[in-house]
């Protein structure tokens, strides 16, 4: 079986289940993205960094934003540029750390942009040393080689935060409230959640603020039971991330890209 995608997927959440939580909204996204998509292994590649790998220090506990940049940023930069240009994807998950309405004054987004995705254009020009390498120099890339290389970095940050989007498991969040305390206020709470998919992504630092009584205790359960569906046609940040991916032509190859438009259209017709 021939790979189709080798996907390096890349989480700041440095908990144990951190990388399955965001493997499973991946895969939900996917399935979005091409109805009967298929998401054997083999074919398409869903990859963490190994454990015990430098760059992978550097994008757990967030070390990638800091200033100046620790010893393993360099490293995780040159790794991203290597699966880039296999030519592979790579898909990096950090929290907006903002609501949805106020998307455009994350941080987190704009550090991305100038640190990350320009650090990887910087190595790719050849600006920036990669570790010594036996063998001959990389070769000159052009301007547009480059840009399309960067292409197929790819951005998942929920608004507010990764919470955002698994607290849609409505259903299973109010079982884990209600084992905890009976809350009539995070019932109703729920309740709104469920009525309108737009809310979630208003609330602020849902994990600590809004139901510390859940946390992120349950994230890979709730990654589970995930609506994508119907999270994606609230059309925000989940939308923002599933459209992000369906604007990477190579990946939508890769996927199969005729099934794609036509499940867009379908679900798009059942919306309205
Ligand atoms: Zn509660």
Redesign the pocket.
Known sequence: MAVRARIMLLTEDSGKQGQPTVHKLLKEALKVLVQGVDLNPRRIQIEPLPENDRARQAVRATQWKEQPPPREVPILLGAIAARLLEPGFVIFHFDTDRVWSERHTSENRKKFESIIRGGVRRILRGEAPLPIRPGPPPPQRTAEQIEAALERLLVLSPCYSIESWLYQATTKIREH?QK??A?EE?GKLIDSWTADRRVLEEVFRPKDDA?P??SDHHNEQLAQTFPAEEVWLAERSFYEFVETLRACAPLMNALGHEEAVSHCRGLKQRAH
């Open positions: 409230c905890t305390h809350s995070h139901l009584c859940v």
